[in-house]
């Protein structure tokens, strides 16, 4: 088992098992990990699980890749499929709007649509003004 020690841009180490949202990895950083992962594949011949929010990694490191949504797998394909996508080479419906908005990070779409239906703006905004 391999266990990566994550670090700051500023190289302060911080413990091991946070999130990249939580130690903000700076991009040379990160591209070291994903390089350290395909290195690791290439010499020991093992296959790496990665979870990540990071797009750019996934599409770095993946071979395959595996989107849920609330626990549901709403795909399971080659990065070349997620690829074509992102890119609008592939349509077709709203899991695939979906996808789409999610690798682009498009501010508009199904997943802001959902929420706005939800009520999750007001939910935050609510929580925001009962902190002040």
Do not use: W
Not at 11 to 32: F, K, N, V, Y
Not at 50 to 72: C, P, Q
């Amino acid at each position: 088992m391999v266990r990566l020690t994550q670090t700051t841009c500023s190289g302060d180490l911080e413990m091991p098992g946070r999130s990249t949202t939580e130690t903000q990895l700076c991009a040379m950083t990160s591209s070291q990990i994903d390089r350290l992962i395909l290195d690791l594949g290439e010499k020991l011949g093992v296959t790496s699980v990665v979870v990540t929010h990071e797009m750019d990694s996934a599409f770095r490191i993946a071979d395959r890749m595996i989107m849920l949504d609330e626990g549901v797998v709403l795909l399971d394909a080659k990065r070349e499929d997620f690829e074509a996508i992102r890119d609008g080479r592939l349509t077709g419906g709203e899991k695939i709007d979906l996808i789409r908005q999610f690798l682009r990070g498009d501010s508009e779409g199904p997943i802001t649509q959902r929420r706005q239906d939800s009520g999750y703006e007001e939910d935050i905004l609510n929580a925001a003004g009962d902190m002040r």
